[in-house]
T-cell receptor, first 114, second 114 residues
Framework: AQSVTQLDSQVPVFEEAPVELRCNYS??????LFWYVQYPNQGLQLLLK??????LVKGINGFEAEFNKSQTSFHLRKPSVHISDTAEYFC????????????FGPGTRLSVLP | NAGVTQTPKFQVLKTGQSMTLQCAQD?????MSWYRQDPGMGLRLIHY???????DQGEVPNGYNVSRSTTEDFPLRLLSAAPSQTSVYFC?????????????FGEGSRLTVL
């Protein structure tokens, strides 16, 4: 079974400041990793994903994430946030070989302040 | 492209009533799933399907029923609504059965049970 932990339930940050949203996972098998974003009153959309290869992956809207296998982490970063980045962010994993289901973390609410 | 379409977007029920949340996708995806989203708990899997005629339970299946008669449609039935089923429900689909494909989400259905 897999589990996902997002250590910060809420992250307030000023506009143009950098931000890191933390994600750690637990799994007995190899997994693919994803970050999804949910804007207010909308569904979830894919921000970025790690499947294989380079451990630094770039996504939409200037976000990037780094996979660290030894620390079982997949932290999301952005060097300079905008007001429009205010949203809830979900980290998710799914097994590579055996199952099809995603396991989501509890989410981190990012609030960008003017 | 419509993607994943959910109806209704909002619904208020009385305890004991039954209803069906509709989900349709036009991407020819084999895998479809239903999640519920509650504050601080992320998304929890209710039921999923890997193809027409095949369904299985997720993490929180009690009180819900599903069927999959076509590739396109995956309705979620609440048999006898309870206040604990007040939540936002998301339908999601993915292409392929191995882990690589991302999940595509509908815009959600907000259900209130009085």
């Amino acid at each position: 079974a897999q589990s996902v932990t997002q250590l910060d339930s809420q992250v307030p940050v000023f506009e143009e400041a950098p931000v890191e949203l933390r994600c750690n996972y637990s799994s007995s098998v190899s997994v693919y990793l994803f970050w999804y974003v949910q804007y207010p009153n909308q569904g979830l959309q894919l921000l970025l994903k790690y499947l294989s290869g380079s451990t630094l992956v770039k996504g939409i809207n200037g976000f990037e994430a780094e996979f660290n296998k030894s620390q079982t982490s997949f932290h999301l970063r952005k060097p300079s946030v905008h007001i429009s980045d205010t949203a809830e962010y979900f980290c998710a994993v799914t097994p590579r070989n055996y199952g099809q289901n995603f396991v989501f973390g509890p989410g981190t609410r990012l609030s960008v302040l003017p | 492209n419509a993607g994943v379409t959910q109806t209704p977007k909002f619904q208020v029920l009385k305890t004991g009533q039954s209803m069906t949340l509709q989900c349709a996708q036009d991407m020819n995806h084999e895998y479809m799933s239903w999640y519920r989203q509650d504050p601080g708990m992320g998304l929890r899997l209710i039921h999923y399907s890997v193809g027409a005629g095949i369904t299985d339970q997720g993490e929180v299946p009690n009180g819900y029923n599903v069927s999959r008669s076509t590739t396109e449609d995956f309705p979620l039935r609440l048999l006898s609504a309870a206040p604990s089923q007040t939540s936002v429900y998301f339908c999601a689909s993915r292409g392929g059965l191995a882990g690589v494909g991302e999940l595509f989400f509908g815009e959600g259905s907000r259900l209130t049970v009085l």
